[in-house]
Nanobody, 116 residues
Framework: QVQLVESGGGLVQPGGSLRLSCSAS????????MGWYRQAPGKQRELVAT???????NYVDSVKGRFTISRDNAKNTVYLQMNSLKSEDTAVYYC??????????WGQGTQVTISS
């Protein structure tokens, strides 16, 4: 059974930091491209960052320079380090894993709230 389990969300003040983690089981993690998406209330889910199986990374423009995606294949875990958080980063953050064109999985999401 495949599971992607996010953790690390919470409430933080503007300018603060959080690190999200996504622990995977039931897949050969090192073969998967991993990503973080987010969905704010009333908005569509958007891609935040991706990391390929070889470690190449991509970010949406709004988080470049503030967020860092990384992976630890030995721990089957992908991380999202979020710094200089803004109120517009408030959303539910989802972990996503993709292998090839047709195999993908989602985590259940973790709430990130930026508020003073």
């Amino acid at each position: 059974q495949v599971q992607l389990v996010e953790s690390g969300g919470g409430l933080v003040q503007p300018g603060g930091s959080l690190r999200l983690s996504c622990s995977a089981s039931g897949i050969i993690f090192r073969f998967y491209a991993m990503g973080w998406y987010r969905q704010a209330p009333g908005k569509q889910r958007e891609l935040v960052a991706t990391i390929s199986s070889t470690g190449s990374t991509n970010y949406v423009d709004s988080v470049k320079g503030r967020f860092t995606i990384s992976r630890d294949n030995a721990k089957n875990t992908v991380y999202l380090q979020m710094n200089s958080l803004k109120s517009e980063d408030t959303a539910v953050y989802y972990c996503h894993g993709q292998e090839g064109w047709s195999t993908s999985y989602w985590g259940q999401g973790t709430q990130v709230t930026i508020s003073s």
